[in-house]
């Protein structure tokens, strides 16, 4: 999907450089997924506290394998 936007160059510019990659479109996506990750981040942070663990819960059991 082509898309036309205004972007700052010299900020474009100075994340390719800092990123080393060798296209704008590569640095802008590559800058997009880390946005994306860095806020889904930050939504797991605010749940940190508001929900109390299961005590009982088994990791091991729900480990084993069924055969």
């Known amino acids: ?11 474009l510019e100075e994340a ?14 590559s800058a997009l997924k880390e946005f994306i990750s860095r806020r889904k981040q930050a939504e797991l942070i605010d749940l940190f506290g508001k929900y109390d663990p299961d005590l009982s819960y088994d990791h091991k059991k729900a480990r084993k394998r069924k055969l």
């Open 1 to 11: 999907m082509a898309t036309n936007l205004a972007i700052d160059i010299k900020l």
């Open 16 to 29: 390719q450089s800092i990123s080393g990659l060798k296209t704008k479109k590569e640095t802008v996506n």
